[in-house]
């Protein structure tokens, strides 16, 4: 039972990651590969407020999604001016500058020590981490459904287009990849607070990859997809812990199955399970 | 020991072995124009190869180098062959190859993680004790002399073979423009599945040399495949002269940069560099 509300907690998570990557890369159309960078700092927020500050937990939560948004509104900035392989690229090294960032910057983060002994909030986690998701799960639902959810499926499918009507199309941009952000360090605080350690090694370019496969596998621009894909990712290689790999071993097979499941769709089912959009 | 020629050594250095990651990168983009971001997984490949002749077989050096190079080259084909070829025919578009190169990306350093651990090793072992040059007060190992040699060799043969032999026409050819090449009889995927390999084998090269030079570990295709890629799109994406111009540009930035500043910010300042030229001169350099 333990194992099993354990499991529904991690699906939680990545579900909240999945959600916020899903409306940069489905909705929007462009290929960020950054997400565990937010994450991250939701998680070091968290992290480094309640042990250091004793802070509680949901203002911590807060402040880590305004740090997140900060961060990734600069980002963006430059990023919100690029499109397509350009994006990715830059992107991707941001995710390699956060990550030294968490293994360098000791005074703040303990480098790769880590911080332990982060507290947990009052009530059950498994409650926390559920009302946690049905909130982003809506709140994406109804930003997707709204005008401004329509303007950022237009810049996907013809951003020239949607700029002749007169849309500053990188003010949207720029819009989507900060709110993503900020869902994205919701994810990490809650990350923080139930494993009760955290180092750098958790938020690193693998894990963005991972966070994308289980876009890309449950399907693009669908929010039912992205939770069932991070229910799958999650799920099937947990079956690798009872075939008793020693656990580098097991963790480096988790990474070889995502990297095969990314190819394998790629050539099979570029719109994952139930997408509505191809790349 | 003068800092400043020494920081000028090891930036050629790093601008030597960003330009290997660079030339091959930009004669695949060149073709298939994508962002093939398993090249810096096939570095790791070539390093590891070397690395399993050495250590288990006790091949000779010069023999495991080369079967290094070539098991590169053949990984860069076969992925050509069996992933990026049946997608390229069904046209998909530059990000969907772009997503499957991840995968391969990943799981090529996943299954060599496996197969020799993530430990860090180094090659060096293998050769003995190493001569050591004065460069005008810069430090050089015989390695690293190595890597300079191997680098300006590796651009001339590559310039000869695009602007001399019929291969490097149908190569140009194709990079101007892959539907018309075909008219004109240029049988395109064999070409390209050469140009997989040939790109292929200089990182497998590259991943070698930098394991003698300081070691290899799983995960350093990443640092080398960043190095390469900035170089190339700094320089100017397609153009191989403007690959090397710009990865030695960007090794002296990185290497003068961290004069000041604590050595962990190289990969901040690479970065910084390549958005600056996307921002003021997304051409690069060199135009194509």
Known sequence: MEYLIHLVILISIYSILGLSLNLVVGYTGLLSVAQAAFYGIGAYATAILMTGFGINFYLSLVLGMILA????????????????????LVSLGFNVIIFSVFLNWQSLTRGPLGIPGIPRPAPPFLLVALAALALVYFFCRFLVNSSFGRTLMAIREDEKAIQIFGYQTHHFKLAIFTISAALAAVAGSLFASYISFIDPSTFSLNESVFIFAIIIFGGLADLRGSVLGALFLILLPEALRFVGFPPDVAAQMRQLIYGLILIGLMLYRPQGLIGRYKL | MEIVPQLVANSIIAGSIYSLVALGFNLVYGVTKFFNLAHGALAVVGGYTTFYFLKYLHLNLYLAVVLGVLVAGLVGYLLDKFIYLPLRQRKASGMVLLVASLGVFTAIQALLAILFSSQFQTLSLYIGPQRIFDLFGGIITQTQLIILVSVLLITILLSWILNQTMFGKAVKAISDDEEVAKIVGI?????????????SAVAGLAGILVGFDTGIEPTMGMFLLLGGVIGAIVGGIGNIYGGVLGSFLLGFVENFGIWQISGEWKAAIAFILLTLFLIFRPEGIMKK
């Open chain 1, 69 to 88: 948004a900060l961060a990734a509104f600069l980002v963006g900035l430059v990023l919100s001016k690029f499109k397509g392989d350009y994006y990715a």
């Open chain 2, 187 to 199: 049988n395109t995927n064999k070409i390209i599945g050469y140009v997989f390999f040939i790109g």
